[in-house]
């Protein structure tokens, strides 16, 4: 079964964080997911610019959304969880306030685009768990399983969060990662901090205070025995891998956790060349998690 989709990168995956971007392609095409990119996609707003004009902040979701509909495509898969909160919430928003749709519509039309509602945004994770079969479409093509390993699905706020407007697995004690996780061989970990708050939005307001939050979610993982984290959002990485030392410092714990990508995991397990899936990128070193299933990070 193939599915063609709008790819929707977000802005990390493009820059610092190119290691989800090299592994999304690599696991969408053992996946059998046609990914059409659009280099006039523009930036999300990643939550910032809603808090100071949330009409443009539409606007700007729903022009991303529109291009995919003129392209004929019905789906725009991302891969960051903030990027699927912004672009659904412009979906529903569109949907349900007609103020806010007709200021947006009349924006629009000045460029000549018209978001009709027919292109959705939808997460890698819920693509795999809507569209393609669920969790148990993987389990034909693992070839490295992670069996003996423990990994604890960091899911974060946006994908889950509000719930009435995201309408995916249950907030509070949600199952499609860790369903992943199962089929893919590994033990999930089960812990308060996984449908938490990362500490990213602070990040650059209250250092000391996101780092403390950041060191909580990855010390709890910990505790429950975790050989590494996974998360379907780029910015909860960096949190929980690139600010790790000072995470670590924070909560007063030399914390050494690998956190991986979500596709990153899945490609592990697929059996895709590490350097493929840009595992050489992390601050802190997957080598760790990859002993146990006997697989080298190349230098």
Request: with cysteine.
């Given at each position: ?59 700007l979701n729903a022009r991303n959304l529109a291009l995919a509909e003129r392209a004929g495509l019905n789906t725009v898969m991302t891969i960051c969880s903030t990027c699927q909160g912004m672009l659904t919430h412009a979906r529903h928003t569109m949907k349900h306030d007609a103020v ?179 595992l050489p990128r992390h601050m802190v070193d997957p080598q760790l998690l990859l002993n146990k299933v006997s697989v080298s990070v190349p230098a």
């Amino acid at each position: 079964m193939t599915v063609k989709v709008a790819y929707y990168p977000g802005c990390v995956a493009q820059e610092s964080g190119r290691e989800l971007d090299m592994a999304t392609r690599a696991v969408a095409a053992a996946l059998g997911i046609e990914l059409v990119d659009f280099p006039t996609f523009s930036c999300c707003g990643s939550g910032f610019i809603d808090e100071a004009n949330m009409t443009l902040n539409i606007a700007l979701n729903a022009r991303n959304l529109a291009l995919a509909e003129r392209a004929g495509l019905n789906t725009v898969m991302t891969i960051c969880s903030t990027c699927q909160g912004m672009l659904t919430h412009a979906r529903h928003t569109m949907k349900h306030d007609a103020v806010v749709k007709a200021r947006v519509d009349q924006t629009l039309g000045k460029i000549g685009f018209q978001y009709q509602g027919t292109a959705v945004p939808k997460h890698l994770l819920q693509i795999i768990s809507e569209d393609l079969g669920g969790a148990e479409m993987l389990r034909p093509l693992v070839r490295r399983p992670l069996t003996g390993t423990k990994v604890a699905a960091f899911y974060g706020c946006h994908i889950l969060r509000p719930h009435d407007v995201m309408k995916f697995d249950d907030p509070e004690e949600p199952h499609t990662f860790e369903d992943i996780i199962k089929v893919l061989g590994a033990e999930p970990v089960y812990y308060r901090g996984r449908v938490q708050c990362c500490g990213f939005p602070i990040q650059f307001v209250k250092p000391e205070t996101a780092q403390r939050i950041a060191g909580n979610q990855i010390r709890e993982a910990k505790q429950g025995g975790a050989d590494a984290m996974a998360t379907p959002c780029p910015l909860c990485h960096i949190s929980l891998d690139t600010y790790q030392k000072e995470a670590g410092k924070a909560v007063g714990e030399d914390l050494n956790m690998p956190v991986l990508h979500f596709p990153q995991l899945i490609g592990i397990a697929l059996g895709l060349d590490p350097k493929t899936l840009g595992l050489p990128r992390h601050m802190v070193d997957p080598q760790l998690l990859l002993n146990k299933v006997s697989v080298s990070v190349p230098a």
